[in-house]
């Protein structure tokens, strides 16, 4: 098939260091080449991809140039597609409701993976206006605000299984890794892992917007040796981070929509201790892959309780549920359902590579 995928453009594709929509979008160009798709990205000038790219804006904005207008870009990336939407036997969105007005009106088969959360003011009213509009979401509890949507599937994250090395040794800290946000919980982990007596270790971007909630909440806490911060990490760094690690704790306060985190940590061996809030229930096995806990007093025990899981099991169920492959293989198949819908005569079965 040929395919059109558009990423966001606030980072590239991969993303430097944070970003998980552009890391999805990446590996799964990946695998729809390797599965012997024709795949054209749509993405900042600075995205690599075994794909081919179609660059609609030169740098990705949050690292590009300052005072780069969003709007701008954002416009380039929809006449980009409408330009060459005919090229292509399907479009893939990962854009949120942006296109949507222009993409219905095409005539070129569609759908909308959503990333975001999905709790907020006026998106019923959006999905209303496009009740054709076909969209995935990452997890069964992310799509239950909109019920009314047209949902064609969930498609769980998946990430290359080479990607993240396992280790089976016991960890020496506690991780913590993602956004310095109240609703991440960063203070929940520091107080678990002072409780816990165990050292932490913060692998996090702090977010313009959240400078004044680290300096007065995070900072006067961080002391260099029980709990550290060491920054945003990339990929190579995020290798040791996470597997030398005795878990990654997760004490999120939001309907987190999948939580990439989680299986990056389970890709390495490495158990989640987390919240039972959003997509976790739907990713974390208790038991098996880690522990679900409701509190912070729970999230104590739980740390107790790490030597009862096999690390080696943990990576087991990675390989057997979160792959790129896997995820790619699902997208597969609702692309041949919509052009299938779309042009009845298209040839439904799937090439062998």
Request: glycine share 8%; hydrophobic share 40%.
């Amino acid at each position: 098939m040929r395919i059109a995928q558009l990423a966001p453009l606030a980072e590239s594709v991969p993303p430097k260091l944070y970003g998980g929509t552009e890391r999805v979008v990446a590996w799964l160009v990946d695998d729809l080449v390797k599965l012997g798709h024709h795949v054209t990205l749509f993405a900042s000038g600075d995205s690599r991809t075994t794909g081919k790219l179609h660059p609609v804006w030169p740098r990705a904005l949050r690292l590009g140039r300052k005072g780069a207008d969003p709007g701008a870009a954002s416009a380039m990336l929809l006449e980009a597609i409408a330009k060459r939407a005919r090229e292509f036997d399907v479009i893939h969105a990962h854009v949120d409701w942006l296109p949507l007005p222009l993409l219905t009106r095409l005539g070129v088969p569609f759908l909308t993976t959503t990333h975001g959360r999905l709790d907020l003011p006026g998106l019923p009213d959006v999905i209303r206006q496009f009740p054709e509009a076909s969209f995935v979401s990452i997890s069964d509890h992310q799509r239950l605000p909109l019920p009314d949507a047209k949902w064609i599937g969930t498609i769980q994250h998946g990430l290359p299984s080479e990607l993240l090395r396992p280790s089976y040794e016991d960890g020496s800290y506690l991780a913590f890794l993602g956004r310095l946000t109240a609703e991440k919980g960063p203070e929940d982990a520091i107080r678990i892992a002072h409780a816990a007596r165990m050292p932490l270790r913060i692998a996090a971007k702090i977010p313009r917007a959240e400078t004044a909630y680290f300096r007065k909440h995070l900072e006067p806490r961080i002391d260099g040796e029980k709990i550290q911060l060491i920054g945003e990490v990339d990929d190579v760094k995020k290798q040791a981070f996470l597997s030398e690690a005795a878990a990654l704790l997760f004490p999120i306060d939001w309907p987190e929509p999948f939580g990439l985190v989680m299986i990056e940590a389970m890709a390495c061996g490495t158990p989640v201790i987390a919240y039972r809030s959003g997509s976790v229930p739907e990713v974390i096995e208790h038991g098996v892959t880690g522990f679900i806990v409701e509190n912070e007093e729970q999230a104590v025990k739980a740390v107790d309780e790490l030597g009862k899981l096999d690390r080696r099991k943990v990576r087991a169920r990675f390989e057997e549920r979160f792959t790129a492959r896997r995820m790619a293989r699902q997208y597969e198949q609702r692309y041949r359902e919509l052009v299938a819908a779309a042009a009845p005569g298209f040839n439904m079965q799937p090439q062998e590579t």
